[in-house]
């Protein structure tokens, strides 16, 4: 015998992650959700970031990214809080589910808290598909890898609301074509804006900063 | 990569809809509905199903996955069109504000189950 099912298979993430959205509204923090390849420098734009928000904007963090890096010390460092995932725990998974997030956020006071930012697991495609309650999705590229990178993860560049391209101190080394590469990501997602900008020597960062601090203003008044 | 706990999230799904009245439920097909920029590798699934299906009622049910295309429409001139690559500007006028119709799905649509024995 047939049943008709018509089912989506991520169906329990989706429900838990509408829930985190309302319970993050309800505290009128804005959620941002940080996905890159391993290295792209999430953590080292996070830091620079956190610092140039403060004190005006409170912010908290949600670390996800696999457990054996430092990538929590660095970022308490900046003097926010920072709940660190152990993804470990979770079966080695390659991105974060929603549960996840609820419960790292549990462990945190959001009260006073305006900005939430989770550092995701390294990974272009599986964190792409997961829904985690966020607001905006960012996606940071950095130079060192291919031009060809929104090509092979085309959903991962359309399901984000703003791209990073990072490490440009760099350039000026490497046989990047950065025009290629703007041009990859604008045939996926033409209206998404831009960042390009070096997380060491801070270069390009105050357009990022503006965006995001205008992000967090809307979120406010929602 | 994330296969893994797709597979085990369908066999969730469908053990739960068998219904309850059957005596030794078998699963005989599950028809699943993947859209080509969904990510998931239909090969991948395939393989993490056989294995997370062991000992279930879907234990040697047949995955039947229909690959759905990316249909895309302009927001600007209403022209719509199949996207055979990662393409997502107008292909009449330009036009960068173009909604993606298909091509995200990932659901089960239905399964055929018989008793056994
Ligand atoms: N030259 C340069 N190196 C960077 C930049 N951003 C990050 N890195 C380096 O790239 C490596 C990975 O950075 P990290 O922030 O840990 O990446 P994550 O895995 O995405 O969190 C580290 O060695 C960083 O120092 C940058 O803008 N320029
Ligand atoms: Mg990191
Ligand atoms: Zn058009």
Known sequence: ?222 | MHEMGIAMEIIKIVTDSIPKHLKNPKVEKINLKVGKLAAVVPESLRFCFEVVSQNTPAEGALLHIEEIPVNAMCQSCSYSWTAIEPVFICEKCNSGSVDLLTGRELDIVSIEVEEDG
Request: glycine share 4%.
């Open chain 1, 1 to 222: 015998m047939e049943v008709k099912l018509v089912k989506k298979v991520l169906s329990v993430n989706d429900t838990m992650a509408q829930q985190n959205r309302q319970f993050f509204l309800e505290k009128k923090v804005l959620v941002l959700n940080m996905m890159s390849s391993p290295g792209a420098g999430k953590t080292a734009i996070l830091e620079k970031t956190i610092k140039r928000l403060l004190p005006e904007i409170k912010t908290a963090v949600i670390v996800g990214d696999i457990c054996t890096t430092n990538d929590a010390d660095r970022l308490i460092k900046t003097g926010v809080p920072v709940v660190q995932i152990c993804t470990d725990q979770f079966g080695g998974d390659c991105h974060l589910a929603a549960h996840v997030v609820r419960n790292a956020a549990s462990d945190l006071n959001l009260d006073h808290v305006q900005l939430l930012i989770v550092e995701n697991v390294g990974n272009l495609v599986c964190p792409a598909e997961f829904d985690i309650g966020e607001d905006v999705r960012i996606v940071v590229l950095s130079v060192t890898e291919g031009e060809d990178k929104p090509l092979k993860y085309p959903l991962m560049f359309r399901v984000c609301d703003a791209a990073l391209l990072n490490k440009t101190d760099l350039l000026p080394y490497l046989d990047f074509d950065k025009e290629t590469v703007l041009k990859n990501i604008r045939q996926i997602h033409p209206d998404m804006p831009v960042f390009e900008l070096s997380a060491k020597t801070e270069e390009g960062f105050s357009d990022w900063i503006e965006w995001l601090k205008n992000e967090v203003e809307k979120k406010r008044y929602e």
